[in-house]
């Protein structure tokens, strides 16, 4: 039986009712619900259970023309493009989807809707369908459906920049909060490329929890963590994460000619965003969020079948992050500053247990961190190593090869 997240009493982490920690290690399934077959979803969702994820991003009312193009089945999600009109065999469609998912251990934070049915801007097929009044009705009509679920969390917003549209975010926001009777779910906002949802609603109360998109630009480390430290020193006091950093076998900067984002790429970002206070992480793949296949057309030239990509190195190296947080005092730790662009710290305020993330192979001096027993933390394989300082008093990390050799130095006092 699966427990609702909450947010920790140092309001900068997620916590079960227990009092134990939850680390959101969640993978993007923007068009579970729109475009694969419950034989589909069912594969989809117990491969990433198995492969250590624990939350689904997935949409209800999906980006590729989910209004007008129908599910698997057949089955559009709304009667006549109404919001307030839900067709019946669409949603019992991601009711089924959901309960597997609680089955298998896995939360979905679901998007009532994508960005482009309330602000289309430059890009999405739309249509435009809400306005301030039908977007609270169709809040509290998908509220009501799923308020009951223990494994669900809200997530409003949907890639776009709200603008003039904020009056009807919050609309949709305070209709999910009326018909969820339990008010026991989380509720985030998925902001547009490169922003924060603190960019926009801070402030708000129904925002329990800032997520960033930090996105798929040829970005480097700085402005992931800048992003992260920026939102996580705002005040009122709440957790933040990365929800859609670098996808793997995404093309870098949406370009295919500059090349692909691998597994290191996304490790890179992922443990930067955790090592600069997130209280989790969303791992992407470019073909699976959009379930690449035989049946649709591809958007940015995917490089492998959804199926295929299940399997990715990164995917399967994002299950060590999630483990390494949980096996250190995770609702103690705090970021630090290590003095390099390429180093990340974390530590706890008592001084009992710290970790620095290298994105790159480097050095650090023994000079200011805890004393105690030192191991080497291998990212692509969850083994660790026992490290010591060299006669200069400096931790040197050790080579494995390839072009992204990255570490974690763990130090526990003694």
């Given at each position: 039986m699966l427990l609702r997240p909450r947010i920790s009493d140092d309001q900068r982490h997620l916590?079960?009712?227990?009092?134990s920690p939850f680390f959101w290690l969640g993978d993007t399934a923007w068009e579970l619900f729109h475009r694969l077959s419950m034989e589909e979803a069912e594969h989809y969702l117990r491969t990433r259970a198995g492969q250590g994820f624990n939350v689904i991003q997935a949409v209800a009312l999906a980006e590729l023309d989910g209004i007008r193009t129908p599910n698997y089945y057949g089955d559009l999600p709304l009667v006549d493009q109404d919001p307030t009109r839900l067709n019946e065999p669409y949603w019992r469609h991601i009711d089924e989807v959901v309960d597997l998912a609680a089955e298998l251990g896995l939360y979905v934070?679901?998007?009532?809707?994508?960005?482009?049915?309330?602000?289309?801007?430059?890009?999405?097929?739309?249509?435009?369908?809400?306005?301030?009044?039908?977007?609270?009705?169709?809040g509290r009509l998908v509220a009501q459906r799923y308020g009951g679920r223990d494994n669900v969390i809200w997530v409003n917003g949907g890639d776009r920049d709200p603008g003039e549209f904020k009056s009807t975010w919050r609309a949709l926001a305070a209709g999910l909060r009326e018909g969820d009777d339990s008010a026991g779910h989380l509720m985030t906002f998925h902001p547009c490329g490169e922003q924060s949802s603190a960019d926009h609603f801070h402030d708000e109360k129904w925002l329990d929890m800032n997520m960033l998109?930090?996105?798929?630009?040829?970005?480097?480390?700085?402005?992931?963590?800048?992003?992260?430290?920026?939102?996580?020193?705002?005040?009122?006091?709440?957790?933040?994460?990365?929800?859609?950093p670098r996808y793997e076998n995404h093309p870098i900067?949406?370009?295919?000619?500059?090349?692909?984002?691998?597994?290191?790429?996304?490790?890179?970002?992922?443990?930067?965003?955790?090592?600069?206070?997130g209280c989790g992480v969303t791992y992407g793949c470019h073909a699976i969020w959009q379930f690449a296949g035989d049946r649709h057309d591809p958007v940015n030239n995917p490089i492998s079948h959804w199926r295929y990509s299940l399997g990715l190195p990164?995917?399967?190296?994002?299950?060590?992050?999630?483990?390494?947080?949980?096996?250190?005092?995770?609702?103690?730790?705090?970021?630090?500053?290590?003095?390099?662009?390429?180093?990340?710290?974390?530590?706890?305020?008592?001084?009992?247990a710290a970790a620095v993330y290298f994105a790159?192979?480097?050095?650090?001096?023994?000079?200011?961190?805890?004393?105690?027993?030192?191991?080497?933390?291998?990212?692509?394989?969850?083994?660790r190593r026992f490290a010591e300082p060299d006669a200069e008093g400096m931790f040197h990390?050790?080579?494995?090869?390839?072009?992204?050799?990255?570490?974690?130095?763990?130090?526990a006092a003694r």
């Amino acid at each position: 039986m699966l427990l609702r997240p909450r947010i920790s009493d140092d309001q900068r982490h997620l916590a079960l009712p227990d009092g134990s920690p939850f680390f959101w290690l969640g993978d993007t399934a923007w068009e579970l619900f729109h475009r694969l077959s419950m034989e589909e979803a069912e594969h989809y969702l117990r491969t990433r259970a198995g492969q250590g994820f624990n939350v689904i991003q997935a949409v209800a009312l999906a980006e590729l023309d989910g209004i007008r193009t129908p599910n698997y089945y057949g089955d559009l999600p709304l009667v006549d493009q109404d919001p307030t009109r839900l067709n019946e065999p669409y949603w019992r469609h991601i009711d089924e989807v959901v309960d597997l998912a609680a089955e298998l251990g896995l939360y979905v934070a679901l998007l009532p809707t994508w960005g482009d049915k309330i602000n289309r801007t430059v890009w999405g097929a739309g249509p435009l369908i809400f306005d301030k009044a039908n977007a609270r009705e169709f809040g509290r009509l998908v509220a009501q459906r799923y308020g009951g679920r223990d494994n669900v969390i809200w997530v409003n917003g949907g890639d776009r920049d709200p603008g003039e549209f904020k009056s009807t975010w919050r609309a949709l926001a305070a209709g999910l909060r009326e018909g969820d009777d339990s008010a026991g779910h989380l509720m985030t906002f998925h902001p547009c490329g490169e922003q924060s949802s603190a960019d926009h609603f801070h402030d708000e109360k129904w925002l329990d929890m800032n997520m960033l998109q930090t996105g798929h630009g040829a970005r480097d480390l700085d402005f992931v963590a800048e992003m992260t430290r920026k939102t996580y020193r705002r005040t009122p006091t709440k957790p933040v994460l990365d929800g859609e950093p670098r996808y793997e076998n995404h093309p870098i900067g949406f370009d295919m000619r500059r090349g692909y984002y691998d597994d290191g790429d996304a490790r890179q970002a992922a443990y930067a965003g955790v090592f600069c206070g997130g209280c989790g992480v969303t791992y992407g793949c470019h073909a699976i969020w959009q379930f690449a296949g035989d049946r649709h057309d591809p958007v940015n030239n995917p490089i492998s079948h959804w199926r295929y990509s299940l399997g990715l190195p990164g995917a399967g190296q994002m299950r060590h992050l999630k483990e390494l947080m949980l096996s250190l005092p995770f609702l103690r730790l705090a970021p630090f500053q290590v003095g390099s662009p390429f180093k990340f710290g974390l530590a706890t305020a008592e001084g009992d247990a710290a970790a620095v993330y290298f994105a790159e192979p480097g050095t650090l001096e023994v000079a200011g961190l805890p004393s105690g027993s030192a191991e080497w933390f291998d990212p692509t394989t969850g083994h660790r190593r026992f490290a010591e300082p060299d006669a200069e008093g400096m931790f040197h990390t050790p080579d494995r090869g390839g072009r992204i050799q990255d570490w974690v130095l763990l130090i526990a006092a003694r």
